[in-house]
C-alpha cells in the first residue's frame, strides 16, 4: 500500500541535542517531506498563547514529557491537513511506545507504515555542549551553536533576520532531567524499530552536513547503508 500511495514516514529519533532539528532543516526539502517536529509545535502554541501551549508549558519547562493525548491530538491535526499523499519527517516524535503505538494506527489508516528510523548517535558529553551554546530563531526556529555552527551576524538569524534566543529548557540542569526522561521513555522505541528491521544508526557527532547527506542518501536509496552502525 505505501508503494501504491508512495507516501513515507521517516522519523528522527535520538537524545535531546544529539541533532534531529538542525539534520531536519538540510533534507526535508531536498526528500520532499514535511517536518513534524513536536517541540516545535509545542513551542508555537506557546508564544501564540493558544490553550495548548499553556498547557504543556509547565512540562516542558521541567524537560518532562508533554502527556501523550495531548501530543497524539497535535499531531493528528497535522496529519489531517496534510490529507493521505503528505510524506513525512517526524523530529522528537514518537517519544514514547504508547505514541509509536498510536503513529503506526494513524499511519494506518492513511495506507502506509513507517519507512525507516534514523537514530542519531552522540555521545553525552558532546549532548551537553551543543545544548548549553544552541540559540534558535525567534521567527523561522533556525538553529545554531554559538562555536560549532555560528551564524554570520552573532545574535541575527542568517535564513531570515530573526532574533535568536537561548530556549528556556537549555539549562544545564533541565538538560540533565530532559536526559533522563529520553533514558527512560524513549530510548525503549531503539529496540522497537529495531527489531522490526526499520532502524538505522547514523553517527551524529561529524559535521552536520556530511550526517544530512548521508541520510538523504539512505532515503533516496541510492546508499548501501554506509554509515549504519
Ligand atoms: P524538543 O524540542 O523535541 O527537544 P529535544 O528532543 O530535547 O531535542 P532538541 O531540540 O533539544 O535537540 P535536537 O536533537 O533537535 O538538536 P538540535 O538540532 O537542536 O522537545 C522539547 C520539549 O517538548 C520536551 O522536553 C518535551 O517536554 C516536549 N515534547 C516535544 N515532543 C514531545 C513528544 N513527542 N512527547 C512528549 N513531549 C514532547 O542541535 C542541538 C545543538 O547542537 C544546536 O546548537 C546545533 O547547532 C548543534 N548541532 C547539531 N548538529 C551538530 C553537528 N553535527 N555538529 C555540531 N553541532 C551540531
Do not use: W
Request: aromatic share 4%; charged share 30%; with cysteine.
Amino acid at each position: 500500500m505505501e508503494d501504491e500511495k508512495n507516501v513515507k514516514a521517516y522519523i528522527l529519533l535520538g537524545a535531546p541535542g544529539s541533532g534531529k532539528g538542525t539534520i531536519a532543516e538540510r533534507i526535508r526539502d531536498a526528500a520532499g517531506l514535511r517536518h513534524l517536529a513536536t517541540g516545535d509545535l509545542l513551542r508555537t502554541a506557546m508564544k501564540n498563547g493558544e490553550p495548548l501551549g499553556r498547557e504543556a508549558e509547565s512540562y516542558m519547562k521541567r524537560g518532562v514529557l508533554v502527556p501523550d493525548d495531548l501530543i497524539m491530538k497535535l499531531v493528528e491535526t497535522c496529519l489531517e491537513k496534510g490529507g493521505d499523499t503528505a510524506s513525512y519527517l517526524f523530529d522528537g516524535f514518537p517519544r514514547t511506545l504508547a505514541q509509536a503505538d498510536m503513529l503506526d494506527s494513524a499511519l494506518e489508516k492513511r495506507g502506509t507504515q513507517i519507512s525507516r528510523v534514523f537514530l542519531l548517535t552522540v555521545p553525552k558529553d558532546v549532548i551537553l555542549d551543543r545544548l548549553t551554546g544552541r540559540r534558535t530563531c525567534r521567527k523561522c526556529g533556525a538553529v545554531y551553536h554559538i562555536r560549532n555552527i555560528p551564524p554570520k551576524k552573532e545574535g541575527v538569524c542568517d535564513v531570515c533576520g530573526g532574533e535568536l534566543y537561548q530556549r528556556a529548557d537549555d539549562r544545564e540542569d533541565t538538560i540533565l532531567n530532559r536526559l533522563a526522561v529520553y533514558d527512560k521513555e524513549t530510548a525503549p522505541l531503539i529496540s522497537r524499530y529495531e527489531k522490526k528491521g526499520l532502524l538505522a544508526r547514523v553517527r551524529s557527532d561529524r559535521k552536520a552536513d556530511v550526517v544530512a547527506g548521508e541520510i538523504l542518501g539512505m532515503i533516496r536509496g541510492s546508499s548501501s547503508g554506509a554509515g549504519e552502525r
